[in-house]
């Protein structure tokens, strides 16, 4: 090392996938994708499932007390979302007993990939304007296996595989698939599974992000040889409420969002949290709360020097 080159300090990149990442979710593409390619299931059958999603997710909404207005902190804004987990997995449910992703078998990863990079594509996927500039400076600084700067993704999308063949369109690689990553994948039988990282749990909630986050963080920490008075600096990337716990924990949480009337800027602001926006995170004790409407303004404020602040 030559006299004039400075250790960066040990900094942990976390990002959700959809609607962090790519513009919007990404569910609805990747089951329309298989259906059109594999024909498991009719597109009927499909918006079945996704209707009896929508419906009961929104009688639980009218029926969940205390309603959003009357939840003033954070505890009972994780609660709520918590109380998600029996919607999501019903939900989950039909989708495997529907037999939706039941195709392939063994080589069903290779093909999940390149419908990704397919719908990538073609544009039924649109990813985060700078996104690419963004992952690839974070694994020039170190990233990825064993630098001073790692980036991982944290999803409760069901296909990891789906998600790394969107990130190779735009020539990322080794990202989902890394060792600060915890996402779903789909098994041989078609079957959705969660990260060995979390005992193996699908990840379907807010909670479930948020174990999955900690326990990258606390591996990482673990690596790094930090822990007790000096904790890892790492930045949490999300743009929806379930992102909350992750943006809460993270040194500094960054919310995309179109502008801070955005739901999660707006909830966060409900529950009794300071969000600035990027550009002035330095004069922001930490932990912060930032928002930024797109990966260039991520870039552009510096965040990424927050090891070394």
């Known amino acids: 090392m030559s006299s004039s080159s400075v250790p960066v300090p040990p900094l942990l990149v976390l990002l959700d996938f959809d609607g962090t990442i790519t513009q919007e979710d990404t569910i609805n593409a990747l089951a329309e994708e298989v259906i059109a390619h594999e024909g498991t299931?009719?597109?009927?059958?499909?918006?079945?499932i996704v209707k009896a999603w929508l419906d009961e997710y929104e009688a639980h909404i009218g029926v969940y007390r205390p309603p959003a207005a009357e939840r003033s902190t954070a505890e009972a804004e994780l609660e709520f979302l918590e109380s998600l987990r029996g919607v999501e997995?019903?939900?989950?449910?039909?989708?495997?007993?529907?037999?939706?992703?039941?195709?392939?078998?063994?080589?069903?990863?290779?093909?999940?990939?390149?419908f990704g990079r397919g719908a990538l594509e073609r544009g039924v996927v649109k990813v985060r304007e700078g996104v690419g500039e963004f992952l690839r400076g974070v694994m020039e600084m170190?990233?990825?296996?064993?630098?001073?700067?790692?980036?991982?993704?944290?999803?409760?999308n069901w296909s990891g595989e789906w998600m790394r063949g969107v990130l190779e369109g735009v020539g990322i690689e080794g990202v989902v698939e890394g060792d600060r990553s915890l996402v779903n994948w789909i098994g041989k039988d078609g079957r959705v599974m969660g990260p060995e990282g979390v005992g193996g749990r699908?990840?379907?909630?807010?909670?479930d992000k948020r174990e999955a986050a900690r326990s990258v963080v606390r591996g990482w920490e673990g690596e790094k040889k930090l822990g007790g008075g000096e904790k890892g600096r790492w930045i949490y990337v999300g743009d929806s409420v379930t992102d909350l716990g992750c943006l809460l924990d993270a040194t500094v949480g960054v919310v995309l969002a179109e502008s801070e009337e955005s739901k999660v800027v707006r909830t966060l602001r409900r529950v009794g949290k300071e969000v600035s926006h990027v550009g002035g995170w330095r004069e922001m004790a930490l932990p912060a709360l930032v928002w930024a409407r797109d990966f260039r303004e991520i870039l552009e404020s510096g965040l990424l020097e927050l090891g070394a602040e």
């Open 89 to 114: 997995e019903r939900s989950l449910g039909r989708v495997e007993r529907a037999g939706v992703f039941d195709f392939g078998g063994v080589g069903r990863g290779g093909v999940l990939r390149g």
């Open 202 to 207: 699908v990840l379907v909630t807010a909670g």
């Open 41 to 48: 299931v009719s597109l009927s059958e499909w918006d079945g």
């Open 142 to 156: 170190g990233g990825g296996g064993d630098g001073e700067v790692e980036v991982g993704v944290v999803s409760v």
